[in-house]
């Protein structure tokens, strides 16, 4: 008989737990995910977002001001490289990221197996040459050393570039994936330096010239007015615009979207022209 109450009791109490959490009970343990937000209750949320140091950084403090005032904490993960950001985004260890080209995040997803997707361009950035031993393009000796970034995209870029202003010529067809293989003419047998990018600045007094990426440049000091030429912008910047990077399916999530909002606000966009003119063009 006792075994018998025993028994009924403890029905009870299991009913009584699963009525709980039909009625909209946290199950014991459970918990709300990281970043959803939840303003009727004051919580901040924690974002983590992964950039490299100029303008993205410094354009991400601007949002994290704007932010605040959500509830919502933007924490920024400063890389000098081109690969952990998105690594960190696939892994989960960042929420999103904002340093690279629609080209190269295409390009990354194709050769690593990644899902990253693009939320929202926010801007773009002239290619530019600058002169390191050799003052000017016209100065050019034969046999002159003009350093590239080695990554695919940004490599084609820099050698389409220097295809513009008659150095080289590549083959027909290169594209968007050219690297110094597909040099079809090079009268002056300029030798092709391939760098990882946030190497490019430190060794420019070592090569003639170099094609830097803007972000990079400005890290260094390096201003518009220290560029040799500049790429065309017409051409160049829908392919090369900057955008802020999550993981498939996160798209949409709350906080997401209102980093977004901060990133395409009128007050990122007159930071931008203030502090780095042309060399920084808000796409929005």
Do not use: W
């Not at 050219?178 to 420019?204: F, G, M, R, V």
């Not at 010239?209 to 007015?225: C, H, P, Q, R, T």
């Amino acid at each position: 008989m006792k075994k018998k109450i025993l028994a009924l009791a403890l029905a009870c109490v299991s009913c009584l737990s699963l009525l709980s959490a039909c009625a909209g009970g946290p199950a014991a343990g459970s918990q709300a995910p990281a970043n959803s937000p939840d303003d009727s209750d004051g919580n901040t949320v924690v974002l983590k977002v992964g950039a490299t140091p100029a303008p993205h950084a410094a354009v991400l403090e601007v949002a994290k001001e704007l932010l605040k005032e959500q509830n919502i904490d933007l924490q920024i993960q400063e890389f000098d490289d081109y690969i952990l950001p998105n690594t960190a985004v696939e892994d989960g260890s960042l929420d999103a990221n904002y340093f690279q080209h629609i080209t190269y995040l295409n390009n990354f997803n194709e050769e690593n197996g990644t899902h990253l997707a693009s939320v929202a361009e926010i801007h773009y950035e002239p290619f530019a040459i600058y002169a390191g031993k050799t003052a000017s393009l016209d100065a050019l000796a034969d046999g002159a050393t003009i350093a590239v970034p080695n990554d695919g995209t940004n490599e084609a870029r820099a050698l389409m570039l220097l295809e513009s202003q008659g150095l080289i010529k590549l083959r027909e067809g290169a594209g968007l994936a050219a690297t110094k293989d597909d040099i079809a003419e090079n009268p002056h047998n300029y030798e092709i330096q391939e760098l990882t990018a946030n190497l490019l600045t430190s060794t420019l007094q070592d090569v003639d010239i170099a094609i830097i990426n803007g972000n990079y440049a400005l890290g260094a000091g390096l201003s518009e007015d220290d560029a040799l030429v500049f790429e065309d912008a017409a051409a160049a910047a829908a392919p090369y615009v900057n955008v802020l990077a999550v993981k498939e399916g996160r798209e949409n999530e709350e906080a997401i979207q209102k980093l977004v909002e901060a990133l395409q606000s009128d007050e990122v966009k007159q930071f931008m022209q203030e502090t780095y003119g042309s060399a920084v063009v808000p796409a929005f």
